[in-house]
Structure formats: C-alpha cells, structure tokens
C-alpha cells in the first residue's frame, strides 16, 4: 500500500460495489420499511465478517485483550449498520 496506494482505494471501490450488488440482491426479502432493511442488513452484514476478523487477526495474531475486541466489535457493529441504513435510505428515496 505504502509504493502503490492506488490499490487501497480500488480494494475499497469494488469492496463498497460488492456490497451494495448484494445489498440490492436482498433487499426485496427483508420485511419493513428502508430502515428495517437497512437495520436488518448491517446485523447480516456484521455477523458475517466481525466476529470471525476480530477472533483472527486483533486477537489471535495481534494479541489484543478480549476487552479492546469487544469494544471494536461493537464500534464496527455502528459503523455496519449506520452504512447500510444510509444505502437504505438512499435506494428508497432516489431510486424508487
């Protein structure tokens, strides 16, 4: 990353893109309005990806205490969901 940043911002760009595809793909299968779909998302979307990252790299490589993943845990927990509410937000205000 540090020669070549370009490849961190196209790493994040078809990260981002990725997410949304599936979010669109799942949309019509959630129950409720834009922000229950949103909520219901960011919980998918964190329990597919934090728990198993925290345990990996914080904890078992970087030995970080169980307190301070834990507490990452729960700030990637807002950050998840707040994203997937704006995409909510976003697809039911503008595009339909």
Known sequence: MFETPLIL???IYLIS??????FL????KFEGDWLGKGI??????WALMIP??????????????LSLVFLESVLW????????IIY???IFKEFR
């Open 52 to 65: 198993w990252f925290e345990f990996y790299l914080p904890y078992n490589v970087m030995h970080e205490p």
């Open 88 to 90: 909510s937000f976003i």
């Open 17 to 22: 893109t990725l997410t949304v595809v599936v």
């Open 9 to 11: 911002y196209i790493g």
């Open 25 to 28: 793909f799942l949309i019509e």
């Open 77 to 84: 927990l807002g950050t998840l969901v707040s994203v997937a």
């Open 40 to 45: 219901t998302f960011g919980l998918i979307n």
